[in-house]
């Protein structure tokens, strides 16, 4: 497929959302991924999100590093500008472009080479000071684009398809995400998108650092028998905490019925977020009670998956310091410039 | 009596001292170094500090120097001897015919003292345990007292001192009384005890002039408030730290929007220096103007974002206050050895654009005009600074800015451009000079938008992994620092009196000790032209100076004459024509240092060959 050239056209009837754009003006260019990357469905996921939500797709910045998944940017949102920086060095890289201009999107998509192993610092970093952001991880346990190396969430005693069992602890993001102090975390799975778009939305919409830990099976290098993180494993171990449905202030745009409880989270800009629950008495605002459900999950084997932890009265990295409205790429010599008169009064403070 | 005649000079001698870190002597050595500026005699003072928060040895220096020879001195002529640690190291240290003042409280054996210098002892614990009580206040007084000492050895203007400690405690005004009662203290026994004034005294005199004193990370900082740089990221490391801190310090006076209270900048403290320059970069990348300041390990950190920044074209400026490397080195010692691995920073074929500022004045002239630079030739650009320049105040000219200067933001294209005729290629190079034109993110709906990777693209920034396009993108970024080479500043030609065939270049913090040491030589009847290199890539004028002469001396703070390196490498010059002059021992390079390197080296010039003999 990567070969053929991605034709402009598209049918004159394809519906269109509230700017009038429709769900091809959200995409990239073909992938290069492996047929069946998860990796796919996620950027499938966020051209979704930000059709529905009905985001101009300029406004949206798109940075990663370096991997499988921080190719991915080029496959979605073709408007955007986009910037494929350095290996486990986007968050820093974004965090810059936020303080540049605080009015756009940041789309942050890393790996779990990209973000758990070399990135690591820089990823507990920008979390911690609330860089206002979605950052994605599409998490498949392995170094796909060198061949099938483990990567640092890789659990303990898996197996590559090599048929080397990995001896090492595992190091689950979503958990560091919320000791951390992350205001938005959540895990879904590529493969199911009635769950991942929501979140993503309500990731988008959510002021702070929001954190989205995909896991996404890599086709080609772990989806065998052995792994952890393949398309099976996956399906029998996932347990929803929730099902989420994004809620704007114009209507609902999507619906789901599944049945359970229904609870609306409100956030600190006055979106909804409505959380299906499947696990009974689920409350997605308790950072403590989060981690020990993870824990539990964890140690019976289950990937929790849905909003795990939200803040209501979340800030982000422009409130903590106190910077202007207007976004500071767009400060002139007035705005930034004391003047010579300023200049004369400093020299003659320092005779 | 000394056995050396005991040094009779005015204006024009070095006091140093020695105290121990964290005693707060800084304050009182500073209000000695300000009281004589403010009697119009001009001086230079230097920190000498250990890596260490308190117990280690410090030493502070003040050359006092109505002739107005700003650079290090060598030697000491008057030692405020406050540190038992280093009592022997000082005692040498002073010149012969030198002072020694120090605390005579106990009882010292005369084994420990020189006979060719003048011994002064006061007894200045006791004087402090007789007057006061708390044992903070004895230690702090007792610096003042010595102050005190001074004035009356020195023979200085008292109400001056009283005025400056007036200014210093403004707004804890109930400190005032104290130190100068303190001051008096010390005065006042002198007076009584000692001969006063000495050999060395101070003499009113109108050599400073309207020149301000300031150190250079101050005033770096303020380059980059007055430059527009509104990010900034960083990581402490000495002799780096207090720029950033002034650049928080200045913005808080200067950028806050006088109506909303809020900030017109941002600062980011972070994990390390490797985020600090990936932040630079990301703000630059989305228009903003930003910047970092570091030290030689940070630029190792940094570069593999910093061939990033080069490769993708993204506007940055690096302040590197330099410090003596490899590794952690001597980290609280000045050299210039960042050369090298600041020009080719980064794996692959790297160049970046390097200012050399000479003191405070041009740090601040140079960071705001790294900003422009930045902007318009969308590249890393790196401040050269070192801890000589960067922590010690200096005496230089008072700073200036044009309020009709317009900054550069360099080849932006708006949403109008994109509407209008105009191609939009980012790595198109439209008007040959290699600088091709960008967007901002979110400019415009449907034009302009591209994606930035360090891999290899087309003119169009569309991935590829073709040789062609990348070899035409490496030629674009020559052709790029070629264009560079007019806009970086200019180099500094003074010719020597006479003609001569023999030249000298360097640059950055040497220059005050370069001023001397020519003046040393040509009282010695030697004649040298003097070039000051400001910028790089290398103006032609550097070149054509070093193949217009027989050879040319490079004068340098480092081992392996790095600058010289970069002379024979990037202009294609014959490495025999360039003698490279070296001091790297942490201390300041000085002016006999460089009279006696050059004077040699001509000297030798002079000795007739030996006859061949025949055979």
């Known amino acids: ?351 | 009596m000394p056995t050396a005649s005991p040094i009779s000079r005015v204006n024009d001698f070095v006091v140093r001292f020695a105290n121990v870190n964290g005693s707060g002597s800084a304050s009182a050595n500073e209000l000695f170094a300000r009281a004589v500026l403010r009697m119009g005699v001009p001086v230079s003072p230097r920190n000498i500090f250990p890596s260490n928060i308190q117990g280690l040895p410090t030493w502070y220096e003040v050359r006092v120097t109505e002739a107005g020879h700003l650079g290090a001195r060598g030697g000491v002529d008057l030692m405020v001897a406050m540190n038992p640690q280093t009592w022997d190291k000082d005692l040498a240290s002073l010149e012969p015919g030198g002072y020694l003042l120090y605390d005579s409280t106990k009882p010292t054996p005369p084994s420990k003292f020189r006979d060719d210098i003048t011994v002064i002892g006061v007894p200045l614990t006791a004087i402090c345990n007789r007057e006061y009580s708390d044992p903070r206040q004895r230690q702090l007084f007792k610096n003042i007292i010595y102050v005190g000492v001074l004035t009356a050895l020195l023979d200085m203007d008292v109400p001056e001192v009283e005025k400056l400690i007036g200014e210093q405690f403004k707004g804890k005004d109930k400190l005032i009384a104290p130190n100068i009662h303190a001051l008096h203290l010390g005065r006042d026994h002198a007076l009584m005890n000692l001969t006063c004034p000495l050999g060395i005294r101070l003499k009113r005199a109108t050599a400073v002039g309207d020149r301000i004193f300031i150190e250079g990370n101050s005033a770096a900082a303020l380059g980059a408030v007055y430059g527009g740089a509104t990010v900034c990221a960083w990581y402490p490391i000495t002799p780096s730290s207090s720029l950033a801190d002034a650049f928080g310090r200045h913005c808080a006076r200067l950028r806050v929007d006088p109506a909303t209270k809020k900030n017109k900048f941002a600062i980011i403290q972070a994990e390390d220096e490797l985020a600090s320059i990936g932040i630079v970069v990301g703000a630059g990348w989305n228009g903003a103007r930003a910047f970092t300041a570091t030290s030689g390990p940070g630029i190792s950190l940094m570069q593999e974002f910093l061939g990033l920044a080069y490769f993708a074209e993204v506007p940055a400026v690096v302040v590197d206050v330099q410090r003596g490397g490899p590794s952690t080195g001597m980290p609280t010692r000045t050299q210039q050895s960042d050369i090298i691995s600041a020009a080719y920073a980064s794996h692959g074929d790297t160049k970046h654009v390097l200012l050399f500022p000479e003191d405070p004045t041009e740090a601040f002239e140079f960071t705001a005009q790294a900003f422009d630079l930045a902007d318009r030739l969308q590249t890393p650009i790196m401040v050269m600074l070192d801890l000589d320049i960067g922590m010690n105040h200096r005496l230089c000219r008072p700073l200036t800015w044009d309020d009709s200067k317009v900054y550069d933001r360099g080849k932006v294209m708006t949403a109008a451009d994109l509407d209008g005729a105009k191609e939009f290629g980012r790595y198109l190079d439209v008007d040959g000079d290699g600088i091709p034109y960008r967007t901002y993110p979110g400019t415009h709906p449907t034009k302009g938008s591209f994606f930035t990777r360090g891999s290899t693209r087309d003119r169009y920034a569309r991935y590829t992994e073709e040789g062609a396009p990348y070899v035409d993108n490496m030629q674009r970024l020559l052709r790029k620092f070629e264009t560079a080479k007019e806009l970086v500043p200019q180099p500094v030609r003074r010719d020597a009196a006479k003609p001569t065939r023999y030249g000298v270049i360097y640059f950055g913090s040497t220059a005050p000790a370069m001023d001397e040491a020519i003046a040393m030589l040509e009282a010695s009847g030697y004649a040298v032209d003097m070039l000051r290199v400001r910028g790089f890539p290398f103006h032609q004028k550097v070149a054509d100076f070093v193949t217009d002469r027989d050879f040319v001396f490079v004068v340098e703070q480092n081992r392996d004459a790095q600058l010289r390196m970069l002379l024979v490498n990037e202009c294609n010059l014959d490495p025999v024509r360039l003698v490279p002059v070296l001091h790297y021992d942490g201390t300041p390079i000085t002016a006999r240092f460089i009279a006696g390197a050059i004077g040699d080296h001509l000297d030798a010039l002079k000795i007739t060959p030996l006859r061949k003999v025949v055979s």
């Open chain 1, 1 to 351: 497929m990567t070969y053929l050239t991605k034709p402009k056209f598209h049918h004159p009837d394809l519906p269109k959302n509230a700017l009038g754009y429709t769900h091809r003006d959200y995409e990239g260019s073909v992938s290069t991924l492996c047929a069946g990357c998860g990796h796919d469905s996620i950027s499938g996921a966020i051209i979704q999100a930000c059709f529905e939500l009905d985001i101009e797709p300029h406004k949206v910045a798109k940075l990663s590093g370096i991997g499988c998944s921080s190719k991915t940017p080029t496959y979605f949102l073709g408007h955007s500008h986009g910037f494929n920086s350095v290996h486990g060095r986007m968050p820093s890289v974004l965090t810059g472009a936020n303080l540049a201009n605080r009015d756009l999107i940041y789309l942050g998509v890393s790996g779990d080479g990209d973000s758990a192993s070399i990135g690591l610092g820089q990823f507990a970093h920008c979390l911690r000071r609330g860089v206002n952001m979605v950052y994605i991880v599409e998490n498949n346990g392995v170094y796909g684009l060198t061949k099938g190396q483990f990567s640092a969430t890789a659990d303990r005693g898996s197996k590559s398809k090599r048929g080397v069992v990995n001896t090492d602890s595992s190091i689950d993001l979503v958990m560091m995400a919320l000791q951390l102090g992350a205001t938005f975390v959540a895990r879904s799975f590529s493969g199911d998108k009635r769950q991942l778009v929501p979140l993503i939305k309500a990731a988008i919409e959510h002021k702070g650092a929001a954190f989205i830990d995909v896991i996404s099976p890599c086709v080609a290098f772990n989806n065998h028998t052995g792994s952890t993180k393949s398309f099976d494993h996956v399906r029998e171990h996932n347990m929803a905490v929730n099902r989420l449905d994004f809620i704007t202030g114009r209507a609902p745009i999507h619906v789901d019925y599944a049945p359970g409880a229904l609870e609306v989270v409100e956030q600190h800009d006055g979106s909804k977020v409505a959380l299906r629950k499947i696990a009974p008495h689920y409350d997605p605002y308790d950072r403590l009670r989060a981690m020990n459900y993870l824990q539990e999950s964890a140690a019976a084997g289950e990937v929790v998956t849905g909003l795990l932890y939200v803040e209501r009265e979340s800030e982000d990295l422009h409130e903590h310091l106190d910077t202007v409205a207007t976004p500071l790429n767009a400060l002139g010599e007035k705005d930034l410039c004391p003047g010579s008169a300023m200049l004369d009064k400093i020299n003659a403070s320092l005779r």
